[in-house]
């Protein structure tokens, strides 16, 4: 739980004192943690690629995810990605996520987070996914560091 805190502070601390992107990235590609309340923190791989632009300040992305820990879990959402200041780009959507926990199954996810301009290149997401799973339902966060171009 302590490090959802963290992350979340880190987040708060570099709205105030980044040197923002222009505009939000085009694609990213990062590494990160992943905590959740049924799992144990673990590394990822994370990333976004923009699909469709719809207008100047919506898009549509696909953010594929890849989680190592105990088993390797893979993420794929479709977000719509907005921008409400310079540098701050919060996003929604829905997806699947395929988690290797025995059983193999393909399960419905709902994400929603905010990509944080840091400066030219760098950004930080932080983003809540909600994994509907038969039976139960899981909560992960996850922090990413992620390179923009």
């Known amino acids: ?87 701050v780009y919060p996003f929604a959507g829905v997806g699947v996520a395929y988690n290797a926990d025995g059983s193999s199954d393909f399960d419905p996810m709902a994400t929603a987070g905010l990509d944080l301009g840091l400066n030219s290149h760098w950004v930080l997401s932080t983003e809540l996914n909600v994994i509907f799973k038969s039976g139960d339902t899981d909560t992960e966060f996850i922090g990413s560091l992620n390179y923009a171009f």
């Open 1 to 87: 739980m302590r490090v959802l805190f963290a992350l979340a502070g880190l987040s708060l601390g570099f709205v105030s004192t980044r040197v923002a992107l222009a505009e939000s990235p085009n694609a990213y590609l990062g590494a990160g943690i992943r905590a959740g309340f049924n799992d144990d923190v673990g590394a990822l791989i994370d990333s976004k690629v923009k699909v469709f632009p719809l207008g100047d300040a919506l898009s549509i992305s696909v953010r594929p995810e890849l989680l190592l820990g105990n088993d390797t879990e893979l993420r794929l959402p479709i977000s719509l990605d907005a921008e409400i200041d310079q540098g």
